[in-house]
């Protein structure tokens, strides 16, 4: 378990705060770039308790400011989007995507401009995305360009999903493999009912043997089951300090992957940008019926928002657990159900760890191993670090090999 002061450093993450710190140092997902499609779009963005503005020009450029006018507060998103910069509605003041002011309606002819500049952050658009860098700008890092990244648009999909949760219970759920034969037990292990087919890789055997080292990008593991036809080995990599990839099973594709990140949007609420991707084609229709998020009672698609609150039990359908292990459809539900369940910010000061935990134990010490990196002067870990290397895998697990040759590209890291 973790003291009340250790929760609130790994979980808290406003201006600030040590976790904070550390995560303004990684490019950050801000908005799916549909939110600003087209020339002229606006939209308000909230990343890492602030609030920012991201519009797209005329000329099609992205910028990501402070929300509210360096004038007198107003709020940007109300503005109007003019060539290459957003005009406050309040007294037309006009910001360029860098900042600069371009323009001061409500000042005299005979006065000089403040020498003045709003905040405005790097931005990249890349994979559906907006990203956008928070932190010192001496220090900012190369963009980290992802596998899916590099693949045609119709074979990947990307989701984002808002749920009422702190972020770290989130993805301590994706990195916990025991859960998966056990919460997903429809798709995991369907012969609990007495029919029915494999789904998503050997997930029999409920109490997986787990290995774990560090790497350059974080860390991975290794989740050991055994199983009719031998022992089967899944190794899932966590990379800093938001992200994972999850292998292909049955269900998916032998040929696919879903990378996953977890990304504050507060203490309280997290945005999970879910990018399903592979050698198929793949449409936004069978991802969400495959996770559940087709169901509009607990997923809106234009806001992006998982429509479930702790408490909000009516929503679980009890009559049909004699064959549905957990009264809900689809696997990222489940999860963000249960994440949800927890609260906005889990006590973990009364939980008890056990073995299958290790992951999630090892996924605490790196974020605060990086988080005292930065406090010595030292970049934090995956900083420059070639994600576009970094795989998952679930298959036969190798006899006269170690398993890390199934991950080539994955190194391990050395510490400093």
């Given at each position: 378990?973790?003291?009340?002061e250790q929760n609130d450093r790994l979980c ?206 974080g860390y991975h593991y290794a989740a050991f ?148 990196r930065i406090e010595r002067g030292l970049e ?37």
């Open positions: 378990m973790l003291t009340q808290r993450i406003g201006p600030r705060t040590p976790m904070g710190d550390l995560f303004r140092r990684y490019w950050m997902p801000i908005v799916t770039a549909d939110k600003v499609g087209e020339p002229g779009s606006i939209t308000a963005a909230r990343l890492l308790g602030e609030d920012f503005v991201v519009f797209r020009g005329r000329d099609r450029t992205v910028g990501v400011l402070d929300e509210f006018c360096i004038h007198r507060g107003a709020s940007l998103a109300l503005g109007r989007v003019e060539e290459c910069g957003v005009r406050c509605l309040y007294h037309g003041w006009k910001f360029g995507a860098d900042g600069a002011i371009q323009d001061i309606m409500n000042l005299p002819a005979e006065k000089r401009p403040p020498k003045l500049r709003a905040p405005a952050y790097p931005v990249v658009e890349a994979g559906g995305i907006v990203w956008a860098y928070l932190g010192p700008k001496e220090k900012c890092p190369p963009f980290r360009r992802f596998a899916f990244m590099e693949l045609p648009a119709d074979q990947r999909v990307l989701l984002r999903v808002d749920t009422h949760c702190n972020w770290v219970q989130m993805i301590e759920g994706g990195l916990d493999s025991s859960h998966v034969s056990i919460l997903h037990t429809n798709a995991a292990r369907p012969n609990w009912t007495g029919a029915g087919a494999q789904a998503v890789g050997a997930m029999n055997d409920t109490g997986p043997t787990l290995e774990i080292e560090d790497t350059e990008f089951r055994r199983g009719p036809e031998g022992t089967n080995v899944r190794v899932v990599p966590f990379i800093m300090p938001f992200g994972r990839i999850i292998p292909g099973g049955a269900l998916q594709g032998k040929n696919n992957f879903t990378l996953a990140l977890e990304v504050p949007i507060d203490d309280e609420h997290t945005a999970t940008y879910s990018v399903r991707y592979g050698s198929q084609p793949i449409s936004l229709e069978s991802r969400l019926e495959e996770t559940g998020y087709d169901d509009p009672q607990l997923y809106s698609v234009e806001k992006q928002q998982f429509l479930f609150a702790r408490g909000d039990n009516a929503k679980q359908r009890r009559d049909i657990m004699d064959h549905n292990w957990s009264g809900f459809r689809g696997i990222a539900v489940e999860d963000a159900v249960i994440a949800t369940s927890m609260g906005p910010i889990s006590d973990r000061t009364r939980e008890n760890l056990i073995s299958s935990d290790l992951a999630v134990a090892r996924f605490r010490k790196r974020l605060t191993d990086s988080i005292d934090p870990v995956g900083i420059g670090f070639d994600v576009g290397l970094i795989s998952a895998i679930d298959a036969a697990a190798p006899n006269d090999q170690h398993w890390r040759t199934l991950v080539p590209n994955h190194c391990a890291s050395i510490a400093a």
